[in-house]
């Protein structure tokens, strides 16, 4: 459950929120639409702890997992659509990344070398270390993150030569 309780939030003299409260129980979805300026966004990162409220409460799971896509989309080439949605699955996401660099350990001994020296990791920790990871990753899904991304992608509009694409390729909207 995440929970706002009398939230308020402005900058100087524009007043986005003054005593906002609300309740978002598990399972439930919702939506936030309002016009440009009016605190969506800031609102977002409340929730997300990246700024603080001027007054009230913010509550949530520790294990709550948020995918958030930043409306600055800034230069985003080299990646393909895909994997930049994919990059928005937060824990899941470096999840999926630590897996990647721990099988390259296990294959390539020179990697096996610079994971010992920077994190400790000796073989017998790197193998406990990957069932920990893989565990949690296979928790939250993410064995069907890239066919759920799909799916999500082509329910957008996004045609199959998109999806494979270059993000920076696409438009404003599009990165939108």
Same mark, same amino acid.
């Given at each position: 459950m995440l929970s706002l309780t009398n939230v308020s939030k402005q900058y100087g003299p524009q007043i986005l929120f003054v005593g906002a409260t609300c309740q978002v129980n598990r399972g439930e979805k919702i939506g936030l639409v309002g016009p440009n300026g009016s605190g969506k966004s800031t609102l977002f990162r409340l929730i997300l702890g990246e700024e603080s409220a001027d007054e009230g409460q913010i509550e949530k799971p520790k294990k709550l997992t948020i995918g958030y896509f930043r409306q600055d989309a800034g230069d985003m080439s080299g990646r393909t659509v895909l994997a930049e949605t994919v990059a928005g699955a937060g824990e899941t996401a470096a999840l999926g990344e630590e897996l990647v660099l721990l099988e390259r350990a296990m294959e390539d001994p020179e990697v096996a070398a610079r994971l010992?020296?920077?994190?400790?990791?000796?073989?017998?920790?790197?193998?406990?270390? %990957? /069932?920990?990871?893989?565990?949690?990753?296979?928790?939250?899904?993410? %064995?069907?993150?890239?066919?759920?991304?799909?799916?999500?992608?082509?329910?957008? /509009?996004?045609?199959?030569?998109?999806?494979?694409g270059d993000v920076g390729k696409l438009s404003g909207g599009w990165k939108m």
């Open positions: 010992e020296s920077e994190r400790g990791l000796d073989f017998d920790r790197l193998l406990t270390r %990957y /069932g920990e990871v893989q565990a949690r990753f296979q928790e939250l899904g993410g %064995y069907e993150l890239d066919a759920r991304a799909h799916e999500i992608l082509h329910g957008l /509009g996004f045609s199959q030569e998109q999806v494979n």
